[in-house]
């Protein structure tokens, strides 16, 4: 049971990933995008990560594609005015993605004999385990990202200005 | 019951590489800097998924917390680039990278 879902989440995901880079309208592209994040949040579900599932959808279809979607419509961009690249660069691109797929696919070779996992812990995804080791072992890169948030907000703003003058 | 111990972990790394790859693709395949934008997203999800794989696979809480500091710099870095993204805009009138040449040799 768990598998066929593993392959019908997997199966979305990449599908949906697929569509994002060749549809026309962007606004397609940011829809399958959130329907991608959907199926990774299912994904989490089905690795006992449920806060981690949640905060991703809130934090990635919530706010990121909304404000993707925002740009988008800001800049009026659901025109089919894009200018493509040439045809050859655009099969380059196909050849370099898939060179470097069986790159690193060859390169992790062998992960095939690590052995199932045997007796998880079913409990470290919920809130309060995280919790625990988010503010015993990593209290300090938190309080970092914080600042991290102030200066990405002040950047943005400042870059968002009309003019300086 | 979890996943982990039904699925084995290397299909999870297939599956990431195949996101990460296509993310790549995107990025080496489109003109717009919102799609190229997006695909950087999906790279970073795909890094996300490992991790969460490989915490789930050893029962560590530190990996799932390194998830939540992936979030947090995306989204920060979102905001900031479509910040530029609409600078760029006001400027060219367009969104297309290929007019940002001038620190091009």
């Not at chain 1, 419509?73 to 691109?93: Q, S, T």
């Not at chain 2, 490989?54 to 910040?83: K, N």
Request: proline share 2%; glycine share 6%; aromatic share 12%.
């Amino acid at each position: 049971m768990t598998i066929y879902l593993f392959y019908f989440l997997s199966f979305v995901a990449v599908l949906c990933a697929l569509l994002v880079v060749f549809s026309k309208s962007p606004v397609n592209s940011v829809l399958f995008l959130i329907v991608t994040f959907f199926a990774i949040a299912g994904h989490y579900v089905l690795l006992n990560a449920q806060f981690l599932a949640a905060v991703h959808v809130i934090v990635y279809a919530g706010a990121i594609m909304v404000l993707f979607l925002y740009v988008i419509m800001m800049l009026n961009l659901n025109r089919d005015v894009e200018p493509h690249k040439p045809v050859a660069l655009r099969f380059a691109a196909v050849v370099a993605g898939g060179l470097l797929a069986i790159t690193l696919i060859g390169a992790l070779h062998g992960a095939e004999t690590l052995p199932k996992a045997g007796n998880v812990q079913a409990d470290i995804g919920l809130i309060e385990n995280l919790g625990k080791t988010l503010f015993n072992d990593f209290l300090l890169p938190f309080e970092i990202s914080s600042i991290l948030f102030l200066s990405a907000m002040v950047g943005a703003v400042m870059l968002g200005k009309k003019e300086l003058k | 019951m979890s996943a982990i111990q039904v699925i084995p972990v290397h299909y999870y790394i297939l599956l990431s590489v195949v996101l990460f790859s296509i993310g790549v693709l995107g990025v080496l395949f489109r003109r717009n800097a919102i799609i190229i934008f997006m695909c950087i997203e999906l790279m970073l999800n795909a890094a996300n998924l490992l991790l969460v794989a490989f915490s789930s696979y050893f029962s560590d809480a530190g990996g799932q917390v390194f998830v939540f500091f992936i979030m947090a710099v995306a989204a920060a870095e979102v905001a900031v680039g479509l910040a530029i993204l609409t600078m760029i805009f006001r400027n060219t009138r367009s969104t297309d990278i290929d007019f940002l040449n001038k620190l091009k040799w």
